[in-house]
């Protein structure tokens, strides 16, 4: 079966996109190509070099041995190498801190942070739990007990964090409440990056 025949699109940045059909119609199927997860039978998709995805699926997956708030610090992991590596540096710093390579090492990891967010890393990662409605009395609580709309808002959760250039969303509200439907949608409004739905 045919799902698009003669299409050409763009996807700028900022753009907000509804993908809708009939079940079976190959909404998913299309998500999949655009991620790289499928290849199209004809025709291509590129991606602009530097850019990138983040995919949340109907059925996504986290780490059953995380806890909540060690499952969204993941959302940072290299953040949390260049944060490591950037302390390693600085004992060197200490001893000769003039040395050219080391600072230039500094200096590119401080960007990775910045560029990030990293040093708000714990504000940020409050603020979108709280938003998906994890208080702080879940930060503890293990992600292998969580219940199916736990699990989907936690998904949604960490990939906010992310912050990727484009977003591409499978059914994001389900399992999703009023009020946190509410909230994703206060939160998209003000995202930077392209949106697929």
Request: charged share 25%; with cysteine.
């Amino acid at each position: 079966m045919v799902v698009l025949e003669g299409i050409n699109a763009t996807v700028e940045q900022g753009e907000r996109i509804g993908i809708v059909g009939e079940n079976g119609a190959g909404k998913t199927t299309l998500l999949k190509i655009l991620c790289g997860e499928y290849q199209p039978d004809e025709g291509e998709m590129q991606l602009t070099r530097g850019v990138t995805l983040g995919y949340l699926e109907q059925n996504s997956k986290l780490d059953p041995q995380q806890d909540v708030y060690g499952e969204m610090r993941n959302a940072f992991a290299p953040v949390l190498e260049a944060m490591n590596r950037m302390h390693l540096l600085e004992k060197k710093l200490e001893k000769d801190p003039h040395d050219q390579e080391v600072l230039a090492e500094h200096a590119k990891l401080s960007a990775v942070i910045d560029a990030a967010d990293g040093y708000n890393m714990d504000v940020n990662i409050k603020k979108v739990l709280s938003g998906m409605g994890f208080g702080p009395e879940t930060y503890q609580k293990s992600v292998a007990v969580l219940s199916g709309g736990e699990h989907t808002r936690l998904c949604l959760a960490r990939l906010l964090l992310q912050r990727p250039d484009v977003l591409i969303l499978d059914e994001p509200t389900n399992h999703l409440d009023f009020i946190t439907m509410e909230w994703l949608e206060n939160y998209l409004k003000g995202y930077s990056g392209a949106v697929l739905v």
